[in-house]
T-cell receptor
Framework: AQTVTQSQPEMSVQEAETVTLSCTYD???????LFWYKQPPSRQMILVIR??????QNATENRFSVNFQKAAKSFSLKISDSQLGDAAMYFC???????????FGTGTRLKVLA | DAGVTQSPTHLIKTRGQHVTLRCSPI?????VSWYQQVLGQGPQFIFQ???????GRGNFPDRFSARQFPNYSSELNVNALLLGDSALYLC?????????????FGPGTRLLVL
């Protein structure tokens, strides 16, 4: 079965510190795309970062970076210099070649402490 | 440019009733996907439409149906509502619905079934 596991239901980080959110996934496909989405309390899901499975280089977007370990099927998100506005639910997701649906994890709630 | 819009924002129905949810994609996007997000869970794929044709369907009963209009907006219909249909319904759009594309999510419609 295609699954995404986010083993940390909730995480806390001090403002300006660094935090890493974990994600593992299970697929037998070799061609797929991975995503981290942020869902603030206002509910709208916002793309944080994406990674193509065929790329070995880890994606980076400003303060957000990923650690993509394809063999281990691991896709963690690192947030550097955490800000109060980073507080949200974070969802890990992937989509495989030939399908049209994202498979989402159950999310990690990130709290940022002032 | 306007993002994905959804209406209504909130809805309260009783068991057995029917509901119609609406979505307008980002201008230029031809594909719309629908997801159900039960409280505390990640979104679950319901449908994807592209150029008015259903491209994919998740594991949802036939009570769930959708359609896409010539202007690429979409409706999600749910018949014979059950308590378990209470959820946030998310619409996402992309240019062609391909798996390599990022999907952009709307703010959602919160449905409560009493």
């Amino acid at each position: 079965a295609q699954t995404v596991t986010q083993s940390q239901p909730e995480m806390s980080v001090q403002e300006a510190e660094t935090v890493t959110l974990s994600c593992t996934y299970d697929t037998s496909e070799s061609d797929y795309y991975l995503f981290w989405y942020k869902q603030p309390p206002s509910r709208q899901m916002i793309l944080v970062i994406r990674q193509e499975a065929y790329k070995q280089q880890n994606a980076t977007e400003n303060r957000f970076s990923v650690n993509f370990q394809k063999a281990a099927k691991s896709f963690s998100l690192k947030i550097s210099d955490s800000q109060l506005g980073d507080a949200a639910m974070y969802f890990c997701a992937y989509i495989t070649s030939g399908t049209y649906k994202y498979i989402f994890g159950t999310g990690t709630r990130l709290k940022v402490l002032a | 440019d306007a993002g994905v819009t959804q209406s209504p924002t909130h809805l309260i129905k009783t068991r057995g009733q029917h509901v119609t949810l609406r979505c307008s994609p980002i201008s230029g996007h031809k594909s719309v996907s629908w997801y159900q997000q039960v409280l505390g869970q990640g979104p679950q794929f319901i449908f994807q439409y592209y150029e008015k044709e259903e491209r994919g369907r998740g594991n949802f009963p036939d009570r769930f149906s959708a359609r896409q209009f010539p202007n690429y907006s979409s409706e999600l219909n749910v018949n014979a509502l059950l308590l378990g249909d209470s959820a946030l319904y998310l619409c996402a759009s992309s240019s062609f619905g391909g798996n390599q594309e990022t999907q952009y999510f709307g703010p959602g419609t919160r449905l409560l079934v009493l």
